[in-house]
């Protein structure tokens, strides 16, 4: 956050493990039996620093530091640096429940650190003398914190324990798994305590909002095609007259637009130490005279294809890239198109981009000088106003209330900006139609943003997918993604061996 600073608080944690490869712990914190800080829990200035202290936990690779990379857990983007958080074997279905580091453990980890962070304040909240409004604005945010963590760990893993109070080491090793349902209970049961608590303008920017918790919780019933309910929130986002979409969507993601009226929620960076800015910008740059990045994760041909003419004509193969969609230039970094004033992939290439064909453009950051040591200012966008329009037109197509209104949303995505118009869809699609056309526009507008593996889980269509052939720009193969297909236990991740050997009471998901 951009006030929010890293702090060292002795607490309970669960799952503690430590990382290694190009990732920053954001967070020091020493787990014991009990709090021994007998100094701390005495003024408001401890208060926030405990909450803080939180926050800094969503800018963790497990939680949302990943940023853009996640894309590579599907057909749409590759990572080419196997230590980089695992996606990649999370994406081309080689995972185990043994493998260790990564993504596996670290979301586990990280979501459970909130979880135990969140469970302290609130048992210690009230050693400390506040006024009664900020004391709820607090409570609302590490609910809304805590909530989170349950709703990344129930649509990651399935039913996980839900833990509500601070625990002993000893008390940790025997939690049972509780059911999906249960565990997406407590997200939502969270939601509605910040949804009480929160005002709608935050005390200081980048904090939990009252639109945040209504976002977050409508995402929530969204992943699990609750769309009755879906609708019911929309209608009380919108009743805050707050959200729209933002004039440019090539302006959305860049430094100078932050903060805008399209974000619900997002990661808040700045320029100071390694912890306040963001890894995945760097990660994703191509190479340049100003410097080098990874280019990781690169856009697959596949996502490129998903790209329509803005006439709605056939793409010409032999000028393939005239007349797009114009969101292709504003996310992808394609030949014959520049980077900071250099071509690509002529004069600015580096590592997947050169070898697949393509680059990462959105969340980038072009022309953001980089932070020693090797980190952005720019923050990382968790929900927006478009998200809440796309969920919406998804509730009526799913429950076939109004098919018209639904693609009338869609549309308002395709044309209302003032650098992306293409050809509307017709108005009289069936329900089928409108379905495929709903799904094709969430990956189009939000590749890049880290939430499509999500949607391919929940609407699962895995096998429909798989296996994915990823090819170099010249037609050689890659790797295959999925090779003997996708099954039904990659819908979630496995419960990484070494948790169950911390407590043999849990129990391994199926097939895994």
């Excluded at 949302?64 to 996640?70: K, N």
């Excluded at 198109?337 to 580096?350: I, K, Q, R």
């Excluded at 003997?484 to 199926?510: A, H, M, R, V, W």
Aim: proline residues 4%.
């Amino acid at each position: 956050m951009k006030t929010i600073k890293n702090i060292n608080i002795i607490i309970l944690l669960l799952g503690m493990f430590t990382f290694s490869g190009c990732s920053e712990d954001f967070l020091e914190v020493y787990p014991q039996d009990r709090i021994t800080t007998v100094s701390f829990w005495q003024n408001e200035n401890d208060v926030k620093l405990a909450l803080n202290g939180i926050y800094s936990v969503l800018k963790h690779r497990g939680v949302y530091g990943a940023g853009p990379t996640m894309d590579a857990i599907t057909p749409y983007a590759f990572q080419w640096a196997h230590w980089n958080g695992m996606q990649m074997q999370i994406g081309n279905g080689s995972i185990t429940a043994a493998t260790s580091g990564g993504m596996l453990n670290e979301r586990w980890t990280m979501c459970y650190r909130i979880i135990n962070f969140s469970n302290d304040f609130l048992a210690n909240i009230d050693r400390v003398e506040l006024d009664e409004a900020s004391k709820s604005t607090y409570l609302g945010e590490v609910y809304f914190l805590r909530g989170l963590a349950f709703a990344l760990l129930a649509e990651t893993y399935g039913g996980v324990p839900v833990i509500t109070s601070v625990l002993s080491t000893a008390e940790v090793t025997l939690v049972s798994r509780n059911t999906l349902e249960e565990t997406w209970n407590q997200a939502i049961s969270d939601y509605d305590e910040a949804i009480q608590r929160l005002a709608p303008v935050s005390y200081e920017v980048g904090r939990a909002t009252k639109g945040a918790a209504l976002g977050m919780k409508m995402r929530a019933y969204l992943y699990q095609n609750k769309y009755d309910q879906v609708l019911n929130l929309i209608d009380e986002i919108d009743a805050l007259g707050m959200y729209s979409l933002f004039p440019s969507y090539e302006g959305l993601f860049q430094l100078d637009n932050e903060n805008n009226e399209e974000v619900l929620f997002d990661i808040q960076y700045m320029v100071g130490e390694q912890g306040q800015g963001n890894f995945f910008a760097w990660l994703a740059l191509p190479g340049s005279v100003a410097g080098a990045g990874a280019s990781d994760p690169a856009p697959t041909q596949h996502i490129v294809d998903k790209y329509e003419m803005i006439d709605g004509s056939e793409v010409d193969p032999n000028n393939p890239f005239e007349g797009r969609d114009p969101r292709l230039d504003f996310t992808i970094l394609r030949p014959g198109a520049t980077f900071e004033g250099l071509v690509y992939p002529t004069e600015v290439s580096n590592h997947t981009g050169q070898r697949v064909g393509y680059n990462l453009r959105k969340n980038v950051g072009e022309g953001i000088p980089l932070l020693s040591p090797r980190v952005s200012p720019l923050n990382f966008i968790v929900l927006r106003y478009a998200d809440v329009l796309l969920a919406k037109a998804e509730a009526l197509i799913e429950t076939n209330q109004n098919l018209e209104e639904a693609i009338g949303l869609i549309n308002r995505i395709r044309t209302e900006r003032t650098d992306v118009t293409i050809t509307s869809l017709p108005s009289d699609l069936s329900q089928e139609e409108a379905r495929d056309a709903l799904r094709h526009e969430r990956v189009v507008e939000f590749f890049g943003e880290g939430i499509l593996w999500a949607d391919i889980k929940r609407w699962n269509i895995g096998q429909d997918l798989y296996p994915v052939e990823v090819r170099t720009a010249d037609g050689g193969l890659v790797e295959v993604k999925f090779p003997t297909g996708y099954e039904d236990k990659d819908n979630l991740l496995p419960i990484p061996d070494n948790e169950i050997s911390f407590n043999e009471n849990l129990e391994q998901n199926p097939g895994w």
